[in-house]
């Protein structure tokens, strides 16, 4: 009769419970995404169509193209096979790329841990101890009146934090916000990530490109050396000119170390990227000639890049975390409802422990209201508000700041094509400049002064066009960056095993 009486006391307590958390509310803001900004644009003017073209390597016309959609691996625009499969070996095995899947994980945990306050807490304590009682005066506390015997005692405890005002749901929301923080920081990092890897490529390439130059250049002074050498011998030219083409043909076999200083070292961050060691190697080696610029470039509208950039992305999700924690806020100056029960037996002997007579239970109820603190929780309300007021700045900020990185990256990419033109245009010139002088100079009539002139001209234009040429492979790298990269629905990345 006792354990029907239970079973009902437990059903009137769960109804009153789910009867209460229906009713109640979740304290504080309800956070809204922000609006993309209005008006906002890359350009104050008529964005330009495309670049300029330009015959030779790299050369060719990007068309931009508005509201196009961003490739997931738009890395394969440059049309480089060895390039794609170090992209895809550094999304496989970049260390910093692990450690940001792995605290997303981790927060998506936290996420779930702290949705158990939600749920009851439940409990089982089971306990036995050896008791003897005093004889004489004392009345015997067993029924069989023995001074001596063992008791048995099971419970089961159960308690429960009435979630009226929505602080427990507010402290999940803002746990969530944080997980989805980590998870665009995650896909900050790849995005960061395919980029490094494409502009170390393309830097390593045009470090090739200028170790080749810098040797053809190193071969023409030389030439040029022999034949003041020889017009020396004939008296053609002073000691002092032959010194001075001496000093010029030791200055470029000076400038060639350096180069292949900055290619090794360039080809060690390389392989850092795809989680290599110095003393390993990657089997991909580039150049110039073996990447192509992309003519298609999308041109995300500005609703898209707040919707797709990561960082503004991860900004809006820390504006949710710091909406949540001003309901935590608020909530924890509200009344607190807790719900607890408890039911068990006590018995000396564990085949009488379901006799009704030896079942106990009792159920409480608890209410706590902070009355004084000196402040504290109104006075943390005010920070909590305080904070949201400053995630919001944060947010407006890195939206101007993605704005004006594309702004920056359109400028570039023009401005770039015409610098690709000019370069090409000047190391034309004198390439044809320094050939004429030399085949003068062989015939005796022109002065040696006119070629040193026309070698440093070349020498200049040599390598300037091979940095036009990367600083463009660069900046096309730099736009999709800008961009937010190809965007993906799925939560996970490629690779995530989360």
């Known amino acids: ?279 390993e190697d990657i089997a991909q080696q580039f150049d110039l000639s073996s990447l192509r610029v992309p003519r298609d470039l999308p041109v995300s509208l500005p609703s898209e890049l707040v919707a797709q950039r990561p960082d503004i992305r991860a900004a809006a999700a820390n504006l949710h975390a710091a909406s949540a924690q001003v309901g935590v806020a608020i909530a924890n100056r509200l009344p607190k409802i807790s719900l607890s029960a408890n039911a068990g037996t006590a018995v000396t002997t564990l085949a009488s422990s379901v006799t009704p007579t030896n079942m106990f239970f009792t159920m409480a109820g608890g209410l706590t209201q902070p009355l004084f603190d000196g402040g504290t929780l109104l006075h943390k309300e005010g920070a909590a508000k305080a904070l949201f007021d400053e995630a919001t700045s944060q947010y407006r900020a890195t939206v101007i700041g993605a704005f004006r990185d594309v702004a920056d990256t359109l400028h570039a990419l023009q401005s770039d094509a015409e610098a690709l033109r000019a370069a090409v245009t000047a190391e034309r010139a004198a390439a044809r400049s320094f050939d004429t002088m030399q085949q003068q100079l062989k015939l005796g009539s022109t002065s040696y002064l006119y070629v040193l002139d026309a070698e440093r001209t070349y020498e200049m234009a040599r390598l300037g066009l091979v940095q036009a040429q990367v600083m463009r492979l660069a900046d096309t790298a730099a736009l999709f960056q800008a961009l937010g990269g190809g965007w993906r629905e799925s939560p996970d990345l490629p690779g995530d095993p989360g």
């Open 1 to 279: 009769m006792m354990a029907c009486r239970s079973t009902a006391g437990f059903a009137r307590a769960s109804t009153l419970l789910a009867s209460l958390l229906l009713a109640g509310c979740a304290v504080g803001p309800d956070f809204k995404m922000p609006l993309a900004p209005q008006g906002a644009g890359y350009m104050a003017g008529t964005m330009i169509p495309s670049t300029v073209s330009t015959p030779g390597m790299l050369g060719e016309a990007q068309h931009f193209i508005p509201g196009k959609e961003i490739p997931d691996q738009w890395w394969r625009l440059f049309h480089s096979r060895p390039l794609n499969a170090l992209v895809e070996r550094a999304l496989a095995e970049n260390p910093t790329l692990a450690a940001a899947r792995a605290a997303l994980r981790a927060a998506r945990e936290n996420v779930l841990a702290q949705e158990g306050s939600l749920f009851p807490s439940v409990g089982l304590d089971a306990s036995d101890a050896r008791i003897r009682t005093a004889t004489g005066a004392l009345a015997p506390t067993s029924a069989s009146g023995a001074p001596e015997y063992t008791l048995y005692t099971g419970q089961l405890n159960i308690s429960y934090a009435v979630d009226v005002f929505g602080l427990n749901r507010r402290m999940i929301e803002s746990t969530a916000a944080q997980a989805e923080t980590q998870r665009f920081q995650m896909e900050a990092a790849h995005l960061t990530l395919t980029t490094n890897v494409v502009v170390a490529a393309a830097r390593e390439a045009g470090l090739r490109s200028e170790i080749a130059a810098q040797q053809d250049i190193i071969k023409a002074e030389s030439t040029v050396t022999d034949i003041v050498r020889s017009q020396y011998k004939l008296g053609d030219v002073s000691e002092a000119n032959l010194l001075q083409q001496e000093a010029v043909l030791a200055q470029a076999r000076g400038l060639l170390p350096p180069l292949q200083k900055q290619l090794a070292l360039q080809h060690n961050a390389l392989i850092a990227l795809v989680g290599g060691f110095p003393n």
